[in-house]
């Protein structure tokens, strides 16, 4: 899910600099302004994963021997 946001992200970047080059500002801001949304999805979807892995580092540090 993270890679796959991660790509999105650079696609929609780049189709943002497109309509940026052609001068097209209303689909330059929904491009920018998803690819933004989907980097910032994917940093979410890292966070999330690592918490994951603390809380079981930390069941498992917890749990008597």
Do not use: H
């Not at 929609?12 to 989907?38: E, I, M, P, Q, R």
């Not at 966070?47 to 749990?63: F, G, H, P, T």
Request: include cysteine; charge should be negative; glycine fraction near 6%.
């Amino acid at each position: 899910m993270v890679i796959f946001f991660q790509i999105l992200a650079v696609i929609l970047a780049g189709v943002a600099a497109y309509f940026f080059w052609l001068g097209n500002t209303d689909w330059l801001f929904l491009s920018a302004v998803g690819g933004a949304v989907c980097f910032f999805l994917s940093i979410r979807f890292q966070v999330k994963e690592r918490l994951k892995q603390r809380e079981a580092e930390m069941a498992d540090l917890n749990q008597p021997d």
